[in-house]
T-cell receptor
Framework: AQKVTQAQTEISVVEKEDVTLDCVYE???????LFWYKQPPSGELVFLIR??????QNEISGRYSWNFQKSTSSFNFTITASQVVDSAVYFCALSEAKTDSWGKLQFGAGTQVVVTP | DTEVTQTPKHLVMGMTNKKSLKCEQHMGHRAMYWYKQKAKKPPELMFV???????INESVPSRFSPECPNSSLLNLHLHALQPEDSALYLC????????????????FGPGTRLTVL
């Protein structure tokens, strides 16, 4: 069963528009970690944020912000005032703190963000 | 700049060739990972090494053979590959302090784009 759902396959925006990427996860664990990674066309996965299940505080880092809501099992990501350099595939991922899931990042399908000038 | 390096960046090989992919991390991490990523798909975990010991093998065909000579280096030996093995191969590392179940952040290298003819 898919544990991380990114329902948006592709989002296209014009520069300076805001864009929100949805991530819904599924787990029975009380302790888990959520991640967002960015993958530009060059291929490298760039780590953006890690959030544990006990910390529901939203976070802002420059133009990036994250909204974690355990009640809806969502960990959404917003890029404010998008720029062309934000064009990439963004992956949401889940890691569960149990022995048989050790080291396993469970990725969503990814959302392609296209920012045009 | 990433502290996980991978060589080569690109590799083209025939089905009878033997080649190796190399990964090195300079962060003092004790866990290292190999992922395979097909186009427009999320990365799929292949192998995990913890403290230079293979801890996870995700039922990968034997034509892929991992090796961890020391805590900073990870190799993936390739032999008798098939065209369907063409993909981006990503290496990652994480801190892994306890030697047990880990949800540490994984940091990825730039990948090797492999084409099997």
């Amino acid at each position: 069963a898919q544990k991380v759902t990114q329902a948006q396959t592709e989002i296209s925006v014009v520069e300076k528009e805001d864009v929100t990427l949805d991530c819904v996860y599924e787990t029975r664990d009380t302790t888990y970690y959520l991640f967002w990674y960015k993958q530009p066309p060059s291929g490298e996965l760039v780590f953006l944020i890690r959030r544990n299940s006990f910390d529901e505080q939203n976070e802002i880092s420059g133009r990036y912000s994250w909204n974690f809501q355990k009640s809806t099992s969502s960990f959404n990501f917003t890029i404010t005032a998008s720029q062309v350099v934000d064009s990439a595939v963004y992956f949401c991922a889940l890691s569960e703190a149990k022995t048989d899931s050790w080291g396993k990042l469970q990725f969503g399908a990814g959302t392609q963000v296209v920012v045009t000038p | 700049d990433t502290e996980v390096t991978q060589t080569p960046k690109h590799l083209v090989m025939g089905m009878t060739n033997k080649k190796s992919l190399k990964c090195e991390q300079h962060m003092g991490h004790r866990a290292m990972y190999w992922y395979k990523q097909k186009a427009k798909k999320p990365p799929e975990l292949m192998f995990v090494y913890s403290y230079e010991k293979l801890s996870i093998n995700e039922s990968v065909p034997s034509r892929f053979s991992p090796e961890c000579p020391n805590s900073s280096l990870l190799n993936l030996h390739l032999h008798a590959l098939q065209p369907e093995d063409s993909a981006l191969y990503l290496c990652a590392s994480s801190q892994e302090v306890s030697g047990g179940p880990s949800t540490d952040t994984q940091y990825f290298g730039p990948g090797t784009r492999l084409t099997v003819l």
